[in-house]
């Protein structure tokens, strides 16, 4: 007789196979979570040195990561974002630690990093600090070590519909040190491109891109950027003050109106913007929020009339025309979003930064376009459309 658990036993073998795959598939949390992170310099680093920590080789680089840094080992993060810098005006051993987090998963590395007394002779780079007192809605900003600033575009025109406005970012060195009585500062030198070796010395952060104790930075985009002031006494000793500058956008069209589908086909508004998410440059937007206010009820419908209520929808598509989100599923009971009154109805729609990522399941950044749709037949009066992109 032959044995007849082998059939049996190769069928068991040939299903917990296949359950095992499918398990493995579906299980998002077998996906390890590791903080990995470098700085630079990483030696010879003294007291007042801008040190620049750098965790973009922490896994899984989905874009699905927030990063959190403790620079002086004592629990609490003094930092966030994929790449920062800090500094010491102390010396000493300071163990610095990255954590990085994905839903409820998250990891952490330690490193120490030796801290000396900067030398006497040697020159203090400082950049001043400071940041807007409001943003565009009038709410106090709490900003203490970076520049933070807001481009405000209000009463936009109904002929304008693209986000195109820049900034001049003032720069201040004048906190600079010169090392001693008998030395001075004979140069500043402002790198406001951290990534470009314009002046092909093999250092990618004293380039003289702007010179001055005091200078303006000219036409600056909705963005994040990092700054590198270089300055140098006068017996040539030299050092370097690095610092974050966040540009933020908040837009707003007021009291126009959008046509109705008399046509067979959907009425739309279009508002173009261009969206950063660049993590080699480390100029990455946080969110994109899109509010549009409209009358709940037609202005000028006839008593008696049925169908006057009004639904009006945001659309998002990236620059190869994907849709990426709307709100057609919000429905009129919460249309409701901020100061919403009885007669209007308010819809948002949230972008947050991992539809920008350059994945095969996002979309990427570049030139954006948010629409406003009307599928009905009446025309709407529509009170604001906002726009706000969040660099901080």
Known sequence: MKPYFKPLFLALVMISSSLAGCIGESNNESVQVTAVFSFSPSTDIRTGDS?????????????SLTYSWDCDG????????????CFWEVEGTYSVTLTVASGSRSNSQTKDIVVTEA????????????????????DDIDETRDILVWICGMDKSDSDKEIKETTTILFDGSNSISGGASEYISSWNWDVNLEYDSDGD??????ADLTGENVEWKDVAPGEYEVNLSVT?????????????????????????IDGNNSGSPKEIEFDMTVVYD??????????????????????????????????????????????????????????????DSENYCVSLLLSSYMFTDTESTYGDG??????????????????????????
């Open 74 to 85: 004592d629990g609490a993060a003094d930092e966030t974002g994929q790449k920062t810098d």
């Open 119 to 138: 030398p006497v002779g040697s020159p203090t780079a400082e950049i001043t600090q400071y940041a807007d007192e409001e943003d565009c809605q009038f």
């Open 202 to 207: 093999g250092n990618l952060e004293n380039d």
């Open 51 to 63: 040190v620049e920590l750098d965790g973009s080789a922490s896994m899984p680089q989905d874009g």
């Open 279 to 340: 993590r080699d440059q480390g100029n990455t937007i946080r969110k994109v929020e899109t509010i549009l206010t409209y009358e709940q009820v037609d202005s000028d419908c006839q008593i008696g009339a049925s169908n006057c209520g009004n639904t009006l929808n945001l659309y998002a598509y990236n620059e190869d025309d994907d849709e990426a989100s709307n709100t057609s599923e919000t429905s009129n009971d919460n249309r409701d979003e901020g100061d919403c």
């Open 367 to 392: 030139d954006w376009m948010m629409k406003i749709r009307n599928n009905r037949w009446n025309d709407v009066d529509i009170e604001s459309i906002v726009i706000i992109l969040h660099y901080k």
């Open 233 to 257: 006494n006068s017996a040539g000793s030299m050092d370097g003050d690095k610092i974050k500058v966040y540009v933020s956008y908040y837009g707003e069209w007021k009291d126009f109106q």
